[in-house]
């Protein structure tokens, strides 16, 4: 039987955890759960026995915090100090199989961004408009942290731009079968 499940948590390393931290709870309005912990397998290896087990026994040092988004997913924010991180090749890795950016939704992405540049982020290409999909007002737009994580924004939700696009998508198939033709 098929479940759907729900996102529980995103994982993002860092190389400043406190600036990364303080960042996304300045723009993005994340919640901090507990706080920053710094974990050094020479001084204490229990949270290695415990918590970081499905990692190998070359991860000696650590920080680490949990930010909470308004819908209850976490990120996870880790930043890597031994074995130091190793670095991004490209600027937006795109093609790079894996995740390559995270969404978020909020009402106004126009005066967010403006807050994200101003902050150190930036913009990366052009606007979406979901004007196309019936959704007038609508739109989005992808930006990085100081950091180069990637992170879209929408002002509604996945599911409201699938079915509207989804909805738009019958009705173009509808015409196309009567004229022949797409308006």
Known sequence: MSFNRAVNHIAIS???LEALTKWYMRNFGFELIGAVRHFKRSEDPTPFETIFVSYPDTLKE???AILTAGNGVGLELFQFI???PAFRG???EFT???YFHICITDPDPEGLLKNVISDGGKQIGDWMDYSRYGLYGQKGVYMQDPW????EVMSLSIERVCSAGGGIAWYKQQELEKTGKFS
């Open 82 to 84: 031994d074995p130091a």
């Open 148 to 151: 180069g994580n990637t992170v």
């Open 62 to 64: 650590l920080k680490f």
């Open 96 to 98: 790079r199989p894996g």
């Open 90 to 92: 490209q600027e937006f």
């Open 14 to 16: 860092c190389t400043d």
